[in-house]
């Protein structure tokens, strides 16, 4: 894995206006569908992108692809602004740029046969001979595991594991840099949820692909990611390596998440956190930390000023007030027990960053 990332995102956000009246004419709110979300993705790797259904992650993917124009932000793609560019550059840079989705029926069309949709975005972009394309038709579906002779077959005619097959070899028809898999194995059944995830891995490995993979399981996530970003309510907050997240989650949120995944030894206890309450509407998020309304941790503070990402070291950045304070999540025993202990834990921390700060 280089360095260099092919993917830099900055403060990239998106807002849907929500229109009223007759001809809905008058705009009388926006959906705070993504806010301020900045991330790079290297040459290489697998960032994930989770978060619950309805955090942005996927209005992310999808903006990054240049496949909806952003309100606000930046997103250079191999050190190209995509913003304000023409249709036609555009195509350029989406050629290698590419996107497999979550429910591969819907997303392959059902009149074509599989050569012809493995074909198609090689015509679009004005690649090879009819004779070439055939070919490269055969050599991708050697690729991710089928036959030459399921070019003449029509969707229908598979399961769900070779048609999302048949959507990562459409992805990989254009010889992509980067691919957003959205949700890629969510509708699978899961045992075909393995070798999906280990064909996207050995692809990678083969092809130096670069993933920005959106999720909502973080168990499929632990197989695939280098690093994970957490969002919640169209925030960014928390970005870690793997290791670090999994090992050390500093935001209550995150911490949330991977209490609820099971662990496959019945003798490692977690203690899991329920989360109070429905996740706000992003039509009116909450002031300051938009967690606040569920956070067992939350200040006066929290209510009022919105924290930004942070730096915890080892490459982790968590947007929390308060991170140094809360808890590890090994050391969680229950939620009682613990606003009492955090308050005792965030008013000491208080008064030694004063004393520090005094001199
Ligand atoms: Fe909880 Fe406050 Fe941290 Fe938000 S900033 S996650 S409300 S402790």
Redesign the pocket.
């Known amino acids: 894995m280089s360095d260099a990332p092919v993917l830099e995102v900055n403060g990239l956000t998106k807002h849907f206006p929500v229109r009223k009246g007759v001809i809905l004419a008058k705009v009388v709110g926006h959906v705070r569908a993504v806010d301020d979300v900045s991330f790079e993705l290297r040459r290489g790797e697998t960032l994930a992108l989770v978060g619950e259904s309805g955090c942005g992650k996927s209005t992310t993917g999808r903006l990054v692809l240049g496949l909806m124009p952003a309100t606000g932000g930046s997103v250079r793609f191999k050190g190209e602004e995509m913003a304000g560019r023409s249709k036609q550059e555009l195509r350029r840079l989406r050629r290698h740029m590419q996107i497999i989705f979550q429910d591969p029926y819907a997303s392959l069309n059902p009149r074509m046969t599989v050569g012809e949709i493995l074909a198609e975005p090689m015509e679009v972009h004005g690649i090879g001979t009819p004779q070439e394309r055939q070919a490269r038709v055969g050599e991708l579906l050697g690729v991710v595991g089928l036959l030459p002779e399921h070019a003449r077959r029509y969707p229908h005619q598979f399961s769900g594991g070779q048609r999302q097959r048949i959507g990562i070899a459409r992805a990989l028809a254009v010889n992509p840099d980067m691919i957003v898999c959205d949700e890629p194995v969510s509708a699978l059944d899961v045992s075909i949820q393995a070798q999906v995830v280990n064909l996207l891995h050995d692809l990678q490995r083969r092809f130096g692909l670069s993933y920005l993979f959106i999720a909502h399981d973080l168990a499929v996530v632990k197989h695939i990611a280098d690093r994970v970003a957490v969002m919640y309510l169209g925030k960014l907050?928390e970005i870690a390596d793997k290791r670090t997240l999994y090992a050390r989650p500093k935001?209550?949120?995150t911490q949330a998440l991977l209490s609820a995944i099971p662990t496959p030894d019945p003798a490692v206890k977690r203690e899991r956190i329920i989360l109070q309450g429905d996740v706000p509407s992003p039509l009116n998020p909450p002031a300051?930390?938009?967690?606040?309304t569920r956070?067992?941790?939350?200040?006066d503070?929290?209510?009022s000023e919105e924290?930004k990402l942070r730096d915890a070291g080892e490459g982790q950045r968590v947007?929390?007030?308060?991170?140094e304070t809360?808890p590890a999540q090994g050391a969680i025993q229950g939620v009682g027990a613990m606003g009492g202990k955090f308050n005792e834990r965030l008013a000491a921390f208080e008064a030694a960053k004063a004393r520090r700060a005094g001199g």
């Open positions: 907050v935001h209550p949120y300051g930390c938009r967690f606040n956070c067992q941790y939350a200040t503070r929290c209510r924290p947007a929390c007030h308060h991170f809360v």
